[in-house]
């Protein structure tokens, strides 16, 4: 198969040629791969494998009275697909041709396959700057394994560095909740980078939330976790002591016996560790030094 130019963008796809052709039924062979057509709008399905799912209704409704008034500049590129035809590049306009009630719009038919039609769905965003970083990483891990390709391969085709996709893709690691907020803007992919740092999902998510609420900064939650993962958890090694070693249970009852109090044995293994004793009042304390001098 011969190189289409795929990493040098749309205008590589669309030749020269224009025919306005009023019926789809106009015999498509004698046309050129790039000719334009008119096609019934009801003929044209999106591609269920398109990197992009958000649409902005605003920005929709903004190109719908444009096409109203314009008509549609830039034609839709298509595919057939037995009795319809599949987008492979243009769904907002065809998204907003269906606003302004469009019968037909212009297209140009391609022969291309899967992986290179969801290559050029993937590219004409990317120019656009149309896919939130989810969107982005789902189709740069579906290029990658279903389609085998290498990230080399796949930073030469876009027109991106190898490090740039690795840190998109290393998104999908995020807790699913982390991610849909990423989808809807509600944080930015720095703040998302910097919770990467943490494994437990749930803390990512709590993290988010802070970032939400607090209008936080990068460099502020990037600080925020650092502090945490400095912070030994004591809650979580009292319990692992405690449950690993239950002498220091028997211990503490034994104490609780002697000193009337709640006793609390933290064990920090071959570093040793400290004895917690509560006390309710003054004259609560001075009982329990009184014990412990006699």
């Known amino acids: 198969m011969k190189s289409r130019g795929l990493g040098k963008g749309l205008n590589a796809l669309i030749s020269e040629n224009v025919v306005d052709l009023p019926k789809v039924e106009a015999k498509e062979e004698q046309l050129n791969e790039g000719s334009v057509l008119k096609v019934k709008i009801n003929d044209i399905e999106p591609n269920k494998f398109q990197p992009r799912k958000m649409f902005d209704d605003d920005k929709l409704e903004e190109l719908s009275e444009s ?33 302004a009630s469009l019968k037909e719009v212009p297209v140009i038919i391609s022969d291309l396959t899967s992986q290179e ?8 965003n990317i120019q656009r700057e149309d896919l939130n970083p989810i969107e982005e990483a789902k189709a740069y891990d579906r290029l990658l394994n279903e389609f085998k390709l290498k990230q080399e391969e796949l930073a030469k085709k876009i027109s991106k560095s190898r490090s740039a996709i690795a840190n998109t893709l290393r998104l999908l690691n995020l807790d699913a909740r982390v991610q849909q907020l990423i989808i809807q803007g509600s944080i930015t992919s720095g703040h998302a980078r910097a919770l990467l740092a943490l494994d437990d999902p749930q803390l990512q998510y709590d993290l988010a939330i802070k970032i939400m609420d607090e209008d936080i900064s990068v460099r502020q939650i990037e600080a925020i976790i650092k502090k945490l993962k400095e912070e030994p958890k004591k809650v979580n090694e009292n319990t692992k002591n405690n449950s690993l070693e239950p002498i220091f249970k028997e211990l503490e009852e034994r104490i609780r016996e002697v000193m009337g109090t709640k006793i609390n044995i933290v064990h920090k293994g071959s570093k040793g560790g400290k004895i917690e004793i509560e006390y309710y009042s003054v004259d609560d304390l001075e009982r329990i030094i009184h014990l412990i001098e006699q």
């Open 67 to 99: 096409i109203t008034q314009y008509g549609i500049i830039q034609p839709l590129i298509v595919t057939k697909k037995g009795d319809y035809y599949e987008i492979i590049a243009g769904e907002r306009r065809w998204r907003a041709a269906k606003k």
């Open 117 to 124: 039609i969801l290559e050029v769905s993937l590219i004409e």
